[in-house]
């Protein structure tokens, strides 16, 4: 990305630069993390990265391409194809079993029952959870909830797995284990981009980027 403004509009005459002329470069298969106190702006550069909001200036190129001035339809089906995200909060369905929340965004893609629930339980077994798919969220840990949104995310085969505070809501032995499993995924050939404010995560990071009050400082 080259000179991303973000900028919100609080009144009819005021706003501010949420980010300010964010600068940075990402290749594929690092594993890198975006570390910022509270406010600092990472979110709002998840979401941009992520595809899920567009910067207010500047530049996204993506696989060497200008995507900057898609659609918002096209931007979406890049990010379908190549980023799995992972928020603080799981963000899992309440009433839904773990197999079927994995399942769930392939019921968008043109893939038939069979590979559907195939593809599913494979992902739930490979972050550990053979033994919940028939779990509710209410029936299991923190851990296992963010193992299962870790699942949702793997079965789209992503190439990029987008974390915004993925041990925020973890006791710090759980977090660690949330944390490996992110290298052993980074090992696999993943690109991993973590945002976090907790010096033990960051840790895990090869590269560290510094954001503070919108600005990359290091
Ligand atoms: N929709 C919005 N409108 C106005 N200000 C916003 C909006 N979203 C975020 N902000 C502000 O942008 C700054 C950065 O927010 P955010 O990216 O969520 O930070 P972080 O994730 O580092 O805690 C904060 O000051 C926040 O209040
Ligand atoms: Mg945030």
Redesign the pocket.
């Known amino acids: 990305m080259t000179q991303i403004v973000k900028t919100?509009q609080?009144g009819k005459e005021e706003s501010?630069d949420?980010l300010k002329w964010v600068d940075i470069e990402i290749n594929k298969g690092e594993f890198v993390s975006i570390m910022?106190?509270?406010?600092?702006?990472?979110?709002?550069?998840?979401?941009i990265i992520g595809m899920l909001d567009n910067p207010s200036k500047g530049k996204y190129f993506f696989d060497g391409a200008d995507i900057s001035d898609l659609t918002d339809d096209d931007q979406a089906l890049i990010r379908r194809e190549n980023i799995g995200f992972i928020f603080q909060s799981y963000n899992l369905l309440p009433r839904t079993s773990a197999l079927n929340q994995v399942i769930m965004p392939l019921l968008y893609q043109n893939i038939g029952k069979k590979e559907r629930e195939e593809r599913s339980i494979k992902a739930l077994e490979k972050v550990g959870l053979a033994d919940k798919m028939n779990n509710l969220p209410n029936e299991m840990s923190g851990g296992q909830q963010q193992r299962v949104s870790i699942a949702r995310a793997l079965v789209m085969n992503p190439s990029i797995i987008l974390a915004?505070?993925p041990t925020g809501a973890l006791d710090s032995k759980t977090g660690v284990e949330i944390m490996e499993l992110l290298t052993e995924l980074n090992k696999e050939g993943k690109t991993i981009i973590v945002?976090t404010?907790e010096h033990e995560v960051d840790a895990y990071a090869a590269r560290h980027i510094l954001?503070k009050d919108?600005n990359i400082v290091n």
Not at 36 to 42: L, V
């Open positions: 919100y609080l501010i949420v910022g106190q509270s406010g600092s702006g990472k979110s709002t550069l998840m979401n915004d505070e945002i404010h954001i919108g």
